[in-house]
Structure formats: structure tokens, C-alpha cells
């Protein structure tokens, strides 16, 4: 049944006329709107798997297309690494309303630091342009793990520091689904410190607040409140920082921060060293 709608669609001999390199793929629906795009290391094969697509909860999604699309298009790339680099701007481009993945990089987040005097701010923030005197770090891909870890490193700060009041944060920049926070009375060195935390080279400043909390009573009694910041923060850094340092690393990547359009297509480069030049 599944394959009859297939042939119906698009044809009986349709995939005899897919070369089996690699490319991109293209679904529209009855009035041409681009539903899908999607990148095969063989089309043939790739487009293939649509006829035959089944009931499991993991085909659910190839059902589906075949199902509203009405046309099939597709171009061929002359590697598979080219062909994930255009299936990533192609959707970047053009939004396809079925694809979910990289086709909204706007939302990737950055962490800001400022410092003023004996004040230091940070900010989160997927609107760089708005807060032009931070030194931002990122983009970041994942917008749970960072929002978490900053939230979390300003509770953590709240030990240490003094909140500067939030009508003077506003005051340095805002935007939709932004934040500043700041601090007066923090260690000199822990802007410089943090810094290098958001840039994936060290975590030295979570280790130095660790031994500060120490001897801190209040951060003593919630002490698994302050465990839970701690390993958000712990995670950002491995997962993000980190892994963003090492992108940039490997591919001799320059521009810092990443511009948001540029974090999926460095992360390809990154993991499939033939992409690199």
C-alpha cells in the first residue's frame, strides 16, 4: 500500500532515474511550496527508503511527506559533506516548514561580559547587536544547556557578589528573550577568568568559586541547590564551550564570536575533516 502511494505520486520508474551519488532532495507540496530538504550521501537509496516507509514510529515522518508532497526534486553534490553545507543553507534560506534542525540559528544563544569599574555584568542574549559593548562568546548551539548554565552561575554569584539593581542592567542593553545580571564586590580576576570558562579554554574560574563557596555558610546549607548549578555549569562548558573551541581549533576557524548562521556549517567542517581547506 505504502509503495503503491509512492508510484502513484511520483512515478513507478521515478527512482530509476536517481543517480546513486550524493545530493540534496527537495519535497514540494500540490501548489509548489517547499515542504522538506534533506541530504543523502546516495539519493537513490535515500528516496528509496520514502517508498518503502512503514508504520514505525521512526518512519512516521517519511510516511507523512510522501503523503503531502506532490513532487520530488533533487541535485547532486559532489561529496556528502557539500551536500550536508547546502542542505544546511538551503534551509537557512528557504525555511522549509517540515525542517526543524538549523533552520532556526537566530535563536542561538551568546554570554556576555562586561565589566565597569568594580562591576562585572553578564548578559544572555540571541540579539548580539544589541549589546555591542559586552565581549559575547558563542553562538552556542543548545539553548536549554546555556540557559541553564547562566542562570545557574548567577545564583551561584549571588554568594559572592552584590546584585547590581536590575533597572542599571537594563540600562546596558535589551531585547526580546535577553538578560543582564550584575555584580559588584566580585574577585578581580573573575571576569578575566570567566572569560576563558565561556571561551572553552578553562574551567579554573568554577573551580576557584567552588573553594570560595567553601567556606560560605549559606551556599554550605544548600548544598544540593549549589551541587545542581554547578554541574549546569560543568555541562555547558563540555558541551558548548568546549566543543566550539575545538571546532574553531581544528578548521583554523577566525571570526569570534561565531556568527549564528555560521555554527552549523563550522560543526560539519569540524566533524568531517575532508570538508576543511
Known sequence: MRVRLFDEKFGAQF???????????????????????????????????????????????????????????????????VAAL?????????????????????????????????????????????????????????????????????????????PVPRHRCRQLGTAAHSHVRGFRRLPVDAAEMWTRLLQGASREA????????????????QRAEVQEDFRAIARFFEEEARELARARAATGYATYPVPQEERDPLFIQYRQPSARV
Open 86 to 162: 547546502t542542505e544546511i543553507r538551503l534551509i537557512q534560506t528557504l525555511r522549509p516548514r517540515r525542517n526543524v534542525a538549523s533552520a532556526f540559528p537566530f535563536l542561538y544563544p551568546f554570554v556576555g561580559i562586561l565589566t565597569q569599574g568594580h562591576e562585572t555584568y553578564f548578559c544572555l542574549t540571541t540579539s548580539p547587536a544589541a549589546f555591542p559593548i559586552f565581549d559575547l562568546h558563542g553562538a552556542f548551539r543548545s539553548r536549554e544547556v546555556t540557559r541553564e548554565a547562566f542562570f545557574s552561575l548567577m545564583r551561584l554569584l549571588r554568594f559572592v557578589g552584590h
Open 15 to 81: 527512482l530509476a532515474g536517481v543517480p546513486s551519488r550524493p545530493g540534496v532532495y527537495r519535497f514540494y507540496d500540490p501548489v509548489g511550496c517547499l515542504l522538506y530538504v534533506g541530504k543523502a550521501k546516495d539519493l537513490r537509496r535515500r528516496l528509496g527508503q520514502y517508498r518503502v516507509a512503514g508504520r514505525k514510529k521512526r518512519e512516521r515522518k517519511r510516511r507523512a511527506l510522501v503523503k503531502a508532497a506532490a513532487r520530488v526534486a533533487w541535485d547532486v553534490c559532489e561529496s556528502e559533506v
Open 206 to 221: 568554577l573551580e576557584a568559586l567552588a573553594l570560595r563557596l567553601l567556606e560560605h555558610a549559606a551556599a554550605r546549607a
